[in-house]
């Protein structure tokens, strides 16, 4: 928003109109044309009002969207403003706000982290600070403590507001401050400063109700002064209470509560207290169950009460003093369930009720102690003097006054035990007080009430609040002519309207001509006349005085016209209008005496003082029990000074007089909304309580004389401008002072007509202007000099460009060539420069760089680090080559690596400590992948790593043959001696030894089976199958007899099935060649070289050597036909003859095929069939199967090739001599079947084998390939003449063939080291 103003409501200006949600709010003028003005409010809707209204509006002023501290710094003061500034602040969370020094303190209902002790130092520090301190209850209290400190007299601090506005709060956090600045350091016991803040939790319990505006209302007023002695530390305090809504005790609002102090002992007390005091729940008693509420969400009675009694222990309380309080409170509850009736239907007298309420007058008497026939007498009937007569009789009561005996004894016990309290609770605060100390004050009082319904309480409140506010207004306007004598401006003339005639309307004493007698002078006057005054008197009286029609008119009472039970008193606030019923009884503070009597009589110490007589009063002035000779008109002399009006009056007399010996700070406290929520600003209710508070009698003492001030410097900057150029020049320049220059403008102004000048004042700090039109008038005088000026620079603006575009070619035409000749010259020159000082650099940084490179490989060659790191050093912050920035990476690398190596190293040797096997393997392989295989620390770990690796794998062998001595136990002593190399522990080993030993005898039968199987040894099947039967079967009885496995029971079940099968062979192939076993066992032993005899087998009985084997695996593994034919003619010189070498290949093939854990240890042999199938081939099926493999392994390559073959096979061989590979390799292997496959067949031609018949089969099975054609078995040697090799050809294959041998030799002793350590080899 904009709050400058052209002249009165022009379109576009801000003011504040009327709104009937927020009482107040900004809008800008949108048309002021004729009879109507549109507006437009700052949500955007529209408002419509007549031009004569709008006139009247205020302004907003340019101070609209600042944010202000102190409101009295508006250059537009009204409601809205005020309103406004305070509404948005609070939006916030800024709750406190300066009114000039008053402090508006808006109640946020929620907890704000805006106190504390760091906040308290920041506005003890900030006291004498240049600059201002925020708004904040802290920084008025510490303005007020340090007031009196630096000897400027006592201080109070004024807080009002309504109920619900924060007002006990904020007075607890002014003492809290004064208590953090001033409280004596703690010595482990509580000092004075804690006893004053421990006063609020017993003050607030008896004192403080939950009502329909508030949980924890004060229901009475609080003055404290806060002594300091000579050190200005805490000394002491006095306080004095206001006006207890003693009411309340018998009687509550619905929906609210009775004191907090009733419910907290119901709450709270103990389990003997409770039997002692015949306590109850709340429900149970009439004083605290008619309202509907006796629970409230925001006050913990159990925790309250805990607070209240260690609260009495710091207040010093005597145990009896507490019990005598609690034992009080437990009567006033029984008093109220105490209930009367008419005695057999007289009402003129009374009784009480039933069996519940004489059991509740028996707790009363019994709790106090008193006959109960006493208590009901007190209250049934009244004593009285007879005229003329000594004697005393007693007056019945009727139903409805015995019930108001009840009510009056309770709140007289209720109210005069609250006046003891607070007068116990002074005797402890000023047990230390100085007599000469000096005080802060604290007022915490009730605000302006204005209710529906109001009565004497609310006269009296507000009747406080009119005293207060004449304080208010005296000191505001002392302080107004303080500030403009400051300023030097004149103000003889200012005057202001105070409310010093309502005051008179209510206090009076009608001694003075001219003056009625006041409102509570008269309602003590129809007290006096006892029961013959009333309500209607009073008004009658009132009227009297102070009606348009009396001697003595008051224009700020009116009576009401259509009831005469109803006036209206216009107080500063707005006029309340007050319903007489009941003024007269509550302004009684009289109790009859037969109640006093009775109370006397009762033996707790407590309730005798509080009903003792007074002083003037001595025990011949009283009659029978207690009461006054004469009866109660006895006792109307003394009741004049008693009522509740006279006292009130009275303290605020002697308040008054206090608080105008006090320097006074004023806080008015504001409740944000009706519903207790925060972040909600109704701003109609605000609005009525910042009215109440009196802020806006401040705005009308501050309009009465210059409303709107303005720093000079804010003054002249805007203004200036309405001078001549000569004093914008000066004020520009700063060479004539601010507050010349704004005397010089305002002089301007009035030379010109625009303001008056009785209207305006140069003061020594800023400028005072009347009123609003004032200052309209000066905005409107700086838009007019504003549009000639700017008139007269468009003008200038004008011929500048006219003059520009005539003369631009001209200029820039010479300027251009002028530029480019100098150009080319600069040019010209700068190249020769820039090449000379570019060859320079370029040669002198090519060698620098050249230089470091150079350095830095050293360096990297050498692997000092240092060096490095000082070359990579000396390339940093400088341009580089491509070349120097390949270096510099490849050293930076280099230099990562040397720290990777050197970390490796470190944790290997950590891991080599610890022994760590995981660790170690990570980091071998680092190494390895680094280059640092030949580390020692790297082979040392490797060497670990194997250690670890072999150990653990052995010790897990030795341990899969304990459980289970079948696995690895044809290698448990190679185990055993390899655990005790490798340290593992003996008794371990022994274990594994005995338990060898036992399987020994069954290992040697396996090995005998499979070493027969392998070498094809008819005698050692034979043998073995035999001993593995007999073995069997004991194992078999054993397993029968639980004592063996079923492990056992199929022991050597592989290889007895394997021998089986080479028996049925070889039986097989004795059948074939019509020879029986007996001839192959005789031939077995002999040597004979005949091939037709018999079957050549070794000395040892075995067809297959080791040699044999491994000629045939050569044979099988031949990579090209030259080598296979090599491999296949050694094997038929190792044999001798053909027979022996046909027998040789069908051997390896039947162990190829049967011995499975030799052959094929991944994948063993399914468990066999005996009588069905032999690997899916019936035995005869698997030798045929031989037979046919062994013709289709080997290829025929000798005899009878073509010259294409010749060709071929020698491009074959030099291939093999350059170290290529062949092109071709050969498919067929000594496993392989021909099914489908090429083959040569005789004379060297392909031929494709068909489906034999049988009588070929026949043939072939008697045969058995020993006889017939050579081309058929394919054995034919192949020489070196008959595919033409060279000399050196046959040199390089016989170098071939020894090379081809190691290199088995060297893969088979690989294979044996990988099956016995299970380890990788590389």
């Known amino acids: 928003h904009l709050g400058r103003r052209n002249s009165a409501f022009d379109r576009g200006n801000w003011v504040f109109v009327p709104h009937e949600a927020d009482a107040w709010r900004a809008a800008r003028v949108v048309k002021a044309e004729g009879e109507q003005t549109r507006l437009e409010l700052d949500d955007g809707s529209s408002l419509q009002m007549a031009t004569a209204e709008a006139q009247k509006l205020d302004l907003c002023g340019v101070s609209m969207n600042l944010d202000m501290e102190n409101l ?24 406190y706000t300066y009114v000039g020094s008053i402090l508006v303190a808006v109640n946020p209902f929620q907890r704000i982290d805006i106190y504390g002790s760091s906040v308290v130092k920041h506005y003890k520090n900030s006291v004498n600070s240049s600059e201002p301190p925020a708004p904040h209850v802290y920084a008025l209290s510490a303005d007020a403590y340090d007031h009196m400190v630096s000897g400027q007299g006592n201080q109070s601090v004024l807080i009002s507001g309504e109920s619900g506005a924060g007002k006990t709060e904020t007075a607890k956090k002014v003492l809290n401050y004064l208590m953090e600045v001033a409280g004596s350091p703690g010595s482990g016991k509580k000092t004075i400063a804690d006893q004053i803040m421990e006063s609020n939790p017993v003050l607030e319990s008896f004192g403080n109700a939950k009502t329909l505006r508030n949980d924890n209302s004060s229901r009475f007023g609080k003055w404290m002064e806060v002594n300091f002695n000579s050190r200005n530390k805490i000394s002491g305090c006095r306080i004095v209470n206001y006006l207890l809504e003693k009411s309340r005790v018998t009687q509550q609002t619905p929906m609210e509560r009775n004191y907090h102090v009733f419910y907290m002992l119901l709450a709270g007390a103990d389990p003997a207290l409770r039997s002692k005091l015949h306590l109850a729940s709340p429900d149970e008693f009439a004083f605290l169950n008619k309202s509907g509420c006796t629970m409230v969400k925001s006050w913990d009675d159990e925790e309250e009460w805990a607070a209240m009694n260690e609260a009495f222990k710091t207040l010093q309380f005597s145990k009896e003093e507490v019990e005598d309080i609690y034992s009080i409170l437990a009567a006033i509850l029984h ?95 000023n047990s230390a007080s100085d007599n000469d100390s000096r005080h802060v004050g604290v007022l915490d009082i009730f605000g302006f009430e204005v209710f529906a319904h109001n009565s004497f309480e609310q006269l009296c409140i507000n009747y406080a609040n009119e005293k207060l506010q004449w304080h208010f207004n005296d000191f505001i306007f002392n302080e107004e002519m303080k500030m403009y004598k400051s300023e030097g401006v004149p103000c003889e003339s200012m005057t202001f309207k105070d409310n010093q005639e309502c005051l008179a309307m209510i206090e009076a004493t009608g001694r003075n001509n001219g003056e009625g007698v006041g409102l509570l002078k008269l309602i003590d006057e129809q007290n006096n006349l006892g029961t013959s005054g009333t309500d209607a008197k009073f008004a009658a009286a009132a009227n009297q005085n102070h009606g348009k029609d009396s001697k003595t008119p008051n224009a700020y009472f009116e009576k009401n016209k259509t009831n005469p039970a109803m006036f209206s008193v216009g107080h500063f606030a707005g006029p309340v209008e007050y319903d007489i019923a009941g003024f007269v009884e509550k302004n009684a503070d009289s109790t009859s005496e037969s109640l006093e009597g009775m109370a006397r009589t009762s033996e707790i110490k407590l309730v005798q003082k509080l009903f003792e007589r007074p002083p003037t009063e001595g025990p011949s002035a009283t009659g029978p029990r207690g009461t006054p000779r004469g009866g109660d008109k006895g006792r109307k002399t003394a009741n004049k000074a008693k009522t509740i009006g006279s006292q009130f009056q009275n303290q605020l007399t002697s308040l008054m007089t206090s608080l105008k010996s006090t320097m006074p700070h004023f806080i008015r406290c504001v409740k944000a909304n009706h519903e207790k929520v925060p972040h909600k600003f109704d701003g109609k209710l605000c609005l009525d309580q910042l009215k109440y508070a009196g802020l806006f009698e401040a705005i009308r003492i501050r309009k009465a004389g210059y409303s709107y001030r303005i720093p000079h410097d804010g003054f002249a900057r805007r203004f200036a401008i309405t001078g001549n150029n000569q004093l914008l020049k000066l004020y520009i320049h700063k060479k004539m002072k601010p507050m010349d220059v704004c005397r010089r403008i305002l002089e301007n102004a009035t030379e010109q007509g625009v ?140 230099l990562m690596e040397m720290k990777e190596r050197q970390k490796i190293l470190y944790d290997i040797k950590v891991a080599l400590e610890t022994e760590q096997l995981g660790d170690l393997q990570d980091l071998v392989e680092r190494a390895e992948m680094l280059g640092m295989g030949n580390e020692t620390a790297v082979v040392d770990a490797f060497l670990m790593v194997s250690r670890i690796q072999e150990k653990r794998n052995v010790h897990r062998k030795l341990l899969d043959f304990l459980e289970d001595d079948s696995q690895h136990s044809e290698s448990i002593q190679e185990l055993v001696d390899s655990a005790r190399d490798l340290g593992i522990a003996e008794r371990f080993l022994t274990k594994v030894e005995v338990a060898y030993k036992e399987v020994a005898p069954k290992l040697q039968v396996r090995q005998m089976l499979r070493s027969g199987v392998e070498e094809v040894n008819y005698n050692k099947i034979k043998e ?106 050694e094997l038929m010189r190792e044999c001798g003859s053909r027979r022996e070498f046909d027998e040789t ?83 067929a292997s000594l496993m392989q079947t021909p099914t489908k496959k090429r083959y040569y067949g005789a004379g060297d031609t392909l031929v494709v084998p068909t489906r034999k018949t049988e009588k070929q089969i026949r043939k072939e099975k008697l045969d058995m390939g020993m006889g017939g054609s050579r081309n058929v078995t394919g054995y034919e040697m192949r020489s070196s003449s008959r595919v033409g090799m060279s000399g050196d050809m046959k040199k390089m294959l016989k170098s071939r063939q020894r090379v081809m041998k190691k290199k088995m030799g060297l893969i088979s002793t690989l294979q044996r080291l990988k099956a016995d350590t299970n380890q990788k080899w590389k």
């Open 1024 to 1129: 073995g199958l035999e001993q593995a039967e007999i073995m069997t079967k004991q194992m078999s009885e054993e397993y029968d007899q639980g004592l063996r496995s079923k492990a056992y029971k199929d022991f050597c079940i592989v290889e007895k099935a394997a021998a089986r099968r080479v028996m049925k062979m070889l039986l097989l192939e004795a059948d074939l060649t019509k020879r029986s076993m007996d001839d192959l066992m005789l031939d077995l032993k002999t040597d004979d070289d005949d091939e037709e005899e018999g079957i050549i087998i070794s000395e040892e009985g075995s067809r297959l050597t080791t040699e044999k084997v491994k000629l045939c695996e050569s044979i099988a593994n031949a990579e090209t036909p030259i080598l296979k034919e090599d491999a296949r003619e």
């Open 335 to 429: 008093l109220g369930n105490v209930e009367f009736e008419a005695p057999d239907g007289n009402t003129d007298a009374s009784k009480v009720s039933n069996d519940s309420a004489v059991k509740s007058l028996a707790k009363v008497s019994a709790i106090l102690k008193v006959k109960a026939g006493d208590v009901e007498a007190s209250m049934v009937q009244k004593l009285s003097q007879m005229k003329g007569r000594a004697s005393v009789i007693a007056v019945k009561l009727t139903v409805a006054a015995a019930m108001s005996m009840r009510d009056a004894l309770a709140k007289a016990l209720y109210g005069r035990m609250f006046d003891w309290l607070v007068v116990r609770v002074n005797d402890t605060l």
């Open 72 to 95: 009295v710094d508006l250059d537009a003061f009204s409601e809205g403003s005020i309103l406004h500034h305070v509404r948005k602040r609070y939006y916030q969370d800024k709750i």
């Open 755 to 894: 303001i008056a000048r009785k209207n305006w004042e140069v003061g020594k700090s800023r400028v005072f202007l009347k009123g609003a039109s004032d200052k309209a008038d000066m905005e409107e005088f700086r838009e007019s000099k504003c549009h000639d000026m700017a008139s007269k620079i468009a003008s200038v603006l004008r011929m500048f460009m006219v003059r520009k575009k005539v003369f631009k070619e001209k200029f820039e035409r010479k300027a251009r060539e002028a530029k480019i000749r100098m150009q080319n010259e600069k040019n010209g020159a700068a190249a020769i420069i820039c090449q000379t000082a570019f060859r320079g650099h370029f040669i002198r940084k090519r060698s620098r760089d050249l230089k470091l490179i150079v350095q830095l490989k050293i360096s990297m060659r050498s692997q000092d680090e240092e060096k490095i790191k000082d070359a990579i050093v000396a390339f940093e912050g400088r341009r580089i080559s491509s070349m120097a920035e390949n270096v510099l990476y490849e050293a930076k690398k280099f």
């Open 1145 to 1227: 290949v069908r051997s390896y093939k039947w162990g190829k095929i049967f011995a499975s854990w030799k052959y094929d240890s991944d994948n063993p042999a399914k468990q066999p069939d005996e009588d069905e199938s032999f690997f899916g081939l019936h035995p005869a099926d698997a030798y045929e199967r031989s037979i046919v493999n062994q013709n289709a392994i080997i290829v025929q390559l000798g005899g009878g090739r073509t010259e294409e073959e010749k060709k071929q096979d020698d491009e074959r061989e030099v291939d093999l001599r350059r170290g290529l590979k062949p092109t071709q390799k050969s498919s």
